[in-house]
C-alpha cells in the first residue's frame, strides 16, 4: 500500500464528515446561502495568498531542479488556475479588491494557514509537501462526490464551482502532490512517517473548521 493511501485512511472519517457538513451539502444541491458562500470565497481567497506561499518555499527546499520546477507551477496554478474560479465569483458577487483588501483573515482562517507555514518554515519537504495535501486533495473529493448529486454541476451558480475542482487540470496538479509524498516518504523511519501523517490528521481537522468558519460567517 502506498503511504498516500494509508494517509487516506488516517483521515477517512474526518473527510467523509465533509460530505455531509451543511455548508459543502448546500453547494451540491444549490441551496446555499449566497451570503455565507460570498464569505467563503473572501476567506479562501486570503486563505490562498499564504497556500501558494507554502508551495513558494516548496522551491526552496527542493534538492532537483524538477521538484523546484513542480512546485513552481503549482504556484502558477493557485494563482492564475484556482484563484481564477474565485475572481470570476468574486465578479458576480459584486466583491472588490477594496472588499478584499479591508478584510482581515478569519481566526480559524489564520491559524491554519499558520500552521502550514510554520511546518514549512521549521520542516524537511516532506513535512512541507503533506502540510499542502490535505486541502488539495479533499477538495477533489468534495468536488467528486457533490458531481454525484443530481443536476448539481449545471446549477447556474454553484456549477462552476463544482467543476473546478473535477477539471482535469486540477486532477493533475493533485496527483503531482500525491506523488511526490509517495516519492519523498520511501525509505522513511516509522517516526517521520507518523510525523507526516500528524500533519496531514491536522490540517484535515482545519478543513472542517474551515466549512465551519464559512457556514457561520466567522461567529
Not at 131 to 151: D, F, H, R
Not at 154 to 169: A, M, N
Request: aromatic letters at 14%.
Amino acid at each position: 500500500m502506498k503511504f498516500s493511501q494509508k494517509l487516506y485512511k488516517s483521515v477517512e472519517k474526518i473527510w467523509n464528515s465533509y460530505y455531509t457538513h451543511p455548508f459543502v451539502k448546500g453547494i451540491g444541491e444549490g441551496n446555499l446561502d449566497v451570503e455565507k458562500f460570498k464569505f467563503y470565497m473572501i476567506q479562501d481567497y486570503l486563505y490562498l495568498l499564504d497556500y501558494a506561499k507554502v508551495y513558494a518555499l516548496g522551491i526552496v527546499k527542493a534538492d532537483d531542479e524538477e521538484t523546484m520546477q513542480g512546485f513552481s507551477s503549482m504556484v502558477n496554478d493557485i494563482l492564475n488556475g484556482e484563484m481564477s474560479i474565485h475572481r470570476s465569483y468574486m465578479k458576480r458577487l459584486g466583491i472588490t479588491n477594496e472588499d478584499i483588501e479591508k478584510t482581515k483573515p478569519n481566526l480559524s482562517n489564520i491559524s491554519y494557514t499558520h500552521y502550514m507555514l510554520a511546518v514549512a518554515h521549521n520542516g524537511s519537504l516532506a513535512e512541507l509537501t503533506v502540510s499542502l495535501l490535505a486541502c488539495m486533495w479533499s477538495y477533489q473529493e468534495i468536488g467528486t462526490n457533490l458531481n454525484k448529486v443530481p443536476n448539481s454541476i449545471e446549477h447556474e451558480f454553484y456549477g462552476e464551482w463544482i467543476k473546478g475542482y473535477i477539471s482535469d487540470e486540477y486532477k493533475k496538479s493533485t496527483k503531482w502532490v500525491i506523488d511526490l509524498i509517495d516519492r519523498l516518504s520511501q525509505d522513511m523511519s516509522k517516526m517521520e512517517l507518523e510525523k507526516l501523517k500528524e500533519i496531514f490528521i491536522n490540517t484535515s481537522k482545519y478543513e472542517y473548521m474551515f466549512w465551519d468558519m464559512a457556514f457561520n460567517k466567522g461567529m
